[in-house]
């Protein structure tokens, strides 16, 4: 059984950096695409980033330019990068398991979750 933990969320100045950390555990890492969401309150969870299995990654448009995703295979780790951290980029962030190694926008498309790390930008 496939399992994800997060870490590196926390409280951040505006203008300045995270790097959240995914670490999977069961099942073979390299095959599947890995996505991160977010979650703000009173908002529906929203696409991030994402990464295939071959590294093509893909971004929402407000974080283009100040975030990366990135994954380690031989650490089974997946990162996102969080630089010039805006306000509005607090959430609990999510890091998720694709249903194969192509990657999407869509939550639906991800079967596996991890419980989340808590990211407050504060201005």
């Known amino acids: 059984q496939a399992h994800l933990v997060e870490s590196g969320g926390g409280l951040v100045q505006a203008g300045g950096s995270l790097r959240l950390s995914c670490a999977a555990s069961?099942?073979?890492?390299?095959?599947?695409?890995m996505g991160w969401f977010r979650q703000a309150p009173g908002k529906e969870r929203e696409f991030v980033a994402a990464?295939?299995?071959?590294?093509?990654?893909t971004y929402r448009n407000s974080v283009k330019g100040r975030f990366t995703i990135s994954r380690d295979t031989a650490k089974n780790t997946v990162y996102l990068q969080m630089n010039s951290l805006k306000p509005e980029d607090t959430a609990v962030y999510y890091c998720a398991r694709g249903s194969d190694g192509d990657g999407s926008t869509w939550s639906g498309y991800y079967n596996i979750w991890g419980q989340g790390t808590q990211v407050t930008v504060s201005s």
């Open positions: 990464i295939s299995a071959t590294g093509d990654n």
């Open positions: 069961g099942g073979t890492f390299s095959l599947y695409a």
